[in-house]
T-cell receptor, first 115, second 117 residues
Framework: NAGVMQNPRHLVRRRGQEARLRCSPMKGHSHVYWYRQLPEEGLKFMVYLQKENIIDESGMPKERFSAEFPKEGPSILRIQQVVRGDSAAYFC?????????????FGPGTRLTVT | AQKVTQAQTEISVVEKEDVTLDCVYETRDTTYYLFWYKQPPSGELVFLIRRNSFDEQNEISGRYSWNFQKSTSSFNFTITASQVVDSAVYFCALSEAGGTSYGKLTFGQGTILTVHP
């Protein structure tokens, strides 16, 4: 079953450390979206990437957050110098084409806890 | 700007009851897509349905049915004869078809459904 894979599933970081979240899209999908789910809140769009390109990062915090989707390998969401407010579930979704015409398939999420 | 509102924060029912989850949306686009996702206690997001703005036909899939009404900007979800396994958080979402939307989803706040045995 070649679904969307995310790892790690759970990640604990101390304040000031870096967090790296990985996402491998479904086979044949070259469009990746990242969403964040803060406690007691819905999911919020963060960034949309195609291979080697960031297309829309309008939902990304301006500082400390970055994303990439290299030609080879998974998409990476990187959070530098984490703070307690970064504790959340981070979901990756993939789609064959970057329009709403196709549903996005979500990975199981990475639950980040900052202590 | 697009917006999705799920006014029901939590719903509690007893098994076999029917339950309707409300979803109201706002968008300026004439072409858009509506979705429902289920998030069970295990945390993953499960796709349930996609509807485009030109298709107002209601849809039924087993115990699930969806009522899309453009006139009221609503896309409601009904579970018939609910079961304990239906307990989850349900999210309604919207994607605009405009060029700079790129298919990104705007989610509602979610409705927590608890089905008691």
């Amino acid at each position: 079953n070649a679904g969307v894979m995310q790892n790690p599933r759970h990640l604990v970081r101390r304040r000031g450390q870096e967090a790296r979240l990985r996402c491998s899209p479904m086979k044949g999908h070259s469009h990746v979206y990242w969403y964040r789910q803060l406690p007691e809140e819905g999911l919020k769009f963060m960034v949309y990437l195609q291979k080697e390109n960031i297309i829309d990062e309008s939902g990304m915090p301006k500082e400390r957050f970055s994303a990439e989707f290299p030609k080879e390998g998974p998409s990476i969401l990187r959070i530098q110098q984490v703070v307690r407010g970064d504790s959340a579930a981070y979901f990756c979704a993939s789609s064959p084409i970057g329009t709403g015409k196709y549903e996005q398939y979500f990975g199981p999420g990475t639950r980040l806890t900052v202590t | 700007a697009q917006k999705v509102t799920q006014a029901q924060t939590e719903i509690s029912v007893v098994e076999k009851e029917d339950v309707t989850l409300d979803c109201v949306y706002e968008t300026r686009d004439t072409t858009y897509y509506l979705f429902w996702y289920k998030q069970p206690p295990s945390g993953e997001l499960v796709f349930l349905i996609r509807r485009n703005s030109f298709d107002e036909q209601n849809e039924i899939s087993g115990r699930y049915s969806w009522n899309f009404q453009k006139s009221t900007s609503s896309f409601n979800f009904t579970i018939t004869a609910s079961q304990v396994v239906d307990s989850a958080v349900y999210f309604c979402a919207l994607s605009e078809a405009g060029g700079t939307s790129y298919g990104k989803l705007t989610f509602g706040q979610g409705t927590i459904l608890t089905v008691h045995p």
